[in-house]
């Protein structure tokens, strides 16, 4: 099991930066992807942006060109540093950790791992 600890999440107002950090520990084998989900009120968990151990980089599109997100592998680590923050990225930001396991001599499976999610708060 992954556990998966965020920090940094507060108030800010729109405009403003903030950033977000999470650490992942306990029994890792090969995390091969972290990266940051958020969920508002009333609506569904969408991707804010995942970084995977390759290098690929991908970004929900509302966050394109003001976030960006930075992955540390030897530390099990992901941040998000978010920019030019606005009202609706008010959310609670989720940590998401994707770790790839086997059985044996069996195909590799993807296990997935969620933090308990830190608190954004946006004020004009």
């Known amino acids: 099991q992954v556990n998966l600890v965020e920090s940094g999440g507060g108030q800010v107002q729109t405009g403003g930066s903030l950033k977000l950090s999470c650490v992942a520990s306990?029994?890792?084998?090969?995390?091969?992807?972290m990266g940051w989900y958020r969920q508002a009120p009333g609506k569904q968990r969408e991707l804010v942006a995942t970084a995977t151990s390759g290098g690929r980089i991908d970004y929900g599109d509302s966050v394109k060109g003001r976030f960006t997100i930075s992955r540390n592998i030897a530390q099990n680590s992901v941040d998000l540093q978010m920019n030019e923050i606005q009202l609706d990225d008010s959310a609670v930001y989720y940590c998401h950790a994707q770790q790839l396991l086997q059985r044996g001599a069996g195909p590799e499976y993807a296990v997935d791992s969620w933090g308990q999610g830190t608190q954004v708060t946006v004020s004009s």
């Open positions: 306990g029994s890792i084998y090969r995390i091969n992807l």
